[in-house]
């Protein structure tokens, strides 16, 4: 068998879909090989925009994962994001401080309640609405004494949940003309999400905190890298009952929707 015949059929067994001509000749191989060499590196490329291409969907996938570094104290975030909270924009102004893991333990446990019935089960009950804030949840067995006390179950159970509506409920439909809610069933739940937790305490001798004295200090905003719109310290706000007193003393965290206000602002422009 000669040199040439040897080599086409060594070839055609190697790269089947190479075409070779009977005629060509061993001593000129530069046709074919550059021929075959052109599939190989389509093959080659088409195979590495495939990798490429799962790498940035696993990538995505993970951006929409709620699991992410959360510093929501950012004056970019807050102001370019006002929707709920995630690491795809988290990812380009969070900043490594004991604030910034503090907040994200407290969004992380309670991702769970963005299930409106799982708070139900835990004892929160829905008790009114607050435009600018949104439905409250509480519970009461989580309240601080005083504003010296450290939370009941640590910062991680607050004793409020605060939820914002879709755009197609109205919050009167369930709610009377003070914002109490009288809608004893369950079904305008799914209409709710969470957007803010929030830290209560009796205050002290029905005040909110003694003349002089620092209200609670939960979280380690002082130590922050940045600096932010509202503080910890005055976030705390006095609530009055309806004659007016001092009921309780409470600070709001806005975890799982942006505030443009800062994340200790009781109040969330977003929001009807």
């Given amino acids: 068998m000669s040199k040439t015949i040897k080599f086409q059929e060594r070839w055609k067994s190697d790269f089947p879909d190479a075409r070779i001509e009977e005629s060509t ?4 191989p530069d046709r074919i090989v550059n ?3 052109c599939r190989l590196r389509r093959g080659v490329t088409c195979r590495i925009s495939q990798i490429l291409v799962l790498i940035m969907v696993t990538v995505l996938v993970s951006a929409c994962n709620d699991e992410g570094i959360l510093d929501p104290v950012s004056e970019e975030v807050q102001e370019t994001d006002t929707q709920s909270i995630t690491p795809t924009f988290i990812q380009n102004n969070a900043g490594s401080s004991a604030l910034a893991d503090e907040l994200n333990d407290v969004r992380k446990a309670t991702q769970k309640y963005k299930d409106v019935t799982k708070a139900l089960d835990d004892g929160y009950e829905p008790v009114n609405y ?4 949104g439905f409250h949840f509480v519970n009461q067995a989580l309240f601080a004494e005083d504003h010296e006390a450290d939370p009941v179950d640590g910062i991680e159970k607050p004793p409020f949940l605060v939820y914002y509506t879709t755009g197609n409920f109205n919050p009167g439909d369930v709610t009377d003309e003070d914002g109490n809610v009288t809608e004893e069933s369950t079904d305008w739940l799914e209409y709710l999400r969470l957007g803010a937790v929030e830290y209560a305490h009796a205050g002290d001798a029905g005040e909110p905190f003694p003349a002089g ?17 509202v503080t910890e310290e005055e976030g705390w706000d006095p609530i009055p009952d309806a004659e007016g007193n001092i009921a309780f003393t409470a600070l709001h965290v806005w975890v799982h929707r942006g505030n443009p206000n800062g994340v200790f602002a009781p109040f969330n422009p977003t929001i009807d």
Avoid: Q
């Fill in 35 to 37: 021929r075959s060499s």
């Fill in 130 to 133: 607050v435009p600018g804030m």
């Fill in 213 to 229: 004295a620092n209200p609670a200090n939960y979280f380690s905003d002082e130590e922050s890298p940045r600096n932010l719109k």
């Fill in 25 to 28: 000749p061993i001593h000129k």
